[in-house]
């Protein structure tokens, strides 16, 4: 009870007012971009190899970009580094936008669109996971005047809304105006950067490394070799921390696998018995697609309202998420209908943004607080390998077998995920200590 009237005395500073705007604004412009162009590929060039070799390159160079930025990171503000994440994305998106309509149907021959995928996995991707990283980061600064959990819960509810009105924006204008619809990304991102300066103004805290025990600490450069080291000495916490990716690999798995899925499984049987012409079927599958996204959204913005109050049952609560993960895949396996996709696609969701929480706030109680950003870059960029290898697992299979194959990797990445988290959530009492904080 505490903890929710603290949270409630929260949400009405205008820190929390504007890092909500600013992730939900920020995230809206990722939301429309990841989903949109990875259905922008498949629907140009119908080739779902190309889509996972898109999301693959874009890991790929983002591994590249987070070793590098992680070095820069030591002395700066992170608001400075979010704004600049935020501007990377606006420039890189309106430029392959224009690229785009100049080339109009040319986009279909290979050497247009690997173009386009090259640059925007070049410049673009980098940006967007440096964005996720520090916003997060931000969470365990003296910036935000509540615990890591809620912390983490705002950035999850701000990310669930903007991925409802991305989808939104994504059905309702992708058959309108096809790849102009990414202006809206370029909007997005211009008013997060807007809301950046201005929270730059409005607070007096120096958010880097505010959590440092001491002087020497917050002094302390902190970059990629010391966070190895660190690492190195700490397996299990190195294990851990790529764990916490887990059910964001799966998400890029079945971002991978869903055009196809609702083409090939949802919707092209009923061009193949000639009950609808294929225009009208091309406007179906876009629109299940981003009913897709907006189930996703909503079952992720109701668990991001309720995290704070289940983790004071994290016993219960949390093996229950796995479970109802792993019931979310088994239904888009074995009952491959419209409206059972769209309802698996909410319960994984919510499943999701609980784990997700709950794993992002117990690995900053086992990582030193003035270290947590910087080892958070190297954690990730060691995830996007990871990640990377899936999704292009994932296209292989999809391109080569079947799309249901996608599914059947992600429930066993699942099952590996909740058998070793909770063995080294063990080791160090975290369910324990989630409940304790949960409920101060």
Not at 82 to 93: D, E, N, R, S, T
Not at 144 to 168: F, K
Request: proline share 2%; charged share 10%.
């Amino acid at each position: 009870m505490a903890s929710t009237k603290k949270l409630s005395k929260s949400i009405f500073t205008k820190e929390f007012i504007l890092y909500l705007l600013i992730n939900l604004f920020g995230y809206m412009g990722l939301a429309i971009a990841n989903a949109g162009v990875t259905w922008y590929i498949e629907k140009v060039t119908h080739d779902s190899q190309l889509v996972a070799l898109f999301l693959t390159l874009s890991i790929l160079f983002s591994f590249v970009g987070l070793i590098f930025f992680n070095k820069l990171l030591s002395n700066k503000n992170l608001f400075s580094v979010l704004k600049g994440a935020c501007f990377v994305q606006l420039v890189a998106i309106a430029a392959m936008t224009l690229f785009a309509s100049l080339a109009g149907a040319a986009m279909a021959e290979a050497p247009y669109m690997l173009t386009f995928i090259l640059v925007l996995s070049i410049i673009n991707a980098p940006a967007i996971y440096v964005f996720q990283i520090v916003s997060r980061g931000i969470v365990d600064t003296k910036y935000l005047p509540m615990d890591r959990a809620a912390g983490n819960s705002v950035i999850e509810l701000g990310c669930q809304i903007a991925g409802i009105i991305g989808a939104i924006c994504l059905g309702a204008m992708y058959n309108t105006f096809g790849v102009l619809t990414f202006i809206s990304v370029v909007v997005s991102m211009a008013i997060a950067i807007a809301l950046v300066c201005i929270a730059q103004k409005t607070t007096n805290t120096d958010v880097k490394q505010a959590n440092a025990a001491d002087d020497a600490q917050k002094d302390e450069k902190v970059g990629t070799k010391k966070s190895l080291r660190y690492l190195g000495k700490h397996v299990s916490l190195l294990i851990f921390g790529i764990l916490v990716w887990a059910p964001t690999v799966v998400v890029a798995i079945t971002n991978s696998a869903f055009p196809s899925y609702v083409d090939d499984m949802l919707v092209s049987h009923l061009h193949d018995a000639m009950l609808m012409p294929h225009s009208e079927i091309e406007a179906m599958s876009t629109y299940i697609f981003s009913a897709s996204q907006i189930a996703y959204a909503v079952g992720g913005i109701i668990m991001s309202l309720v995290t704070a109050f289940l983790l004071k049952k994290a016993r219960i609560t949390v093996p229950l998420m796995w479970v109802l993960f792993l019931a979310a895949l088994s239904v888009m396996l074995f009952v491959p209908e419209t409206y059972a996709f769209l309802g698996a696609t909410a319960v994984m969701a919510s499943s999701i943004v609980f784990l997700r929480i709950f794993l992002n706030t117990s690995l900053m109680e086992l990582v030193p607080k003035h270290m947590y950003t910087s080892i958070l870059f190297v954690l990730t960029a060691l995830g996007t390998l990871v990640q990377g290898a899936f999704t292009q697992i994932s296209g292989i299979l999809t391109a080569n077998d079947t799309v249901l194959d996608s599914f059947i990797l992600s429930f066993i990445i699942v099952i590996i995920a909740w058998i070793v988290t909770g063995v080294i959530g063990a080791k160090h009492d975290l369910i324990e200590t989630t409940e304790k904080n949960a409920a101060r």
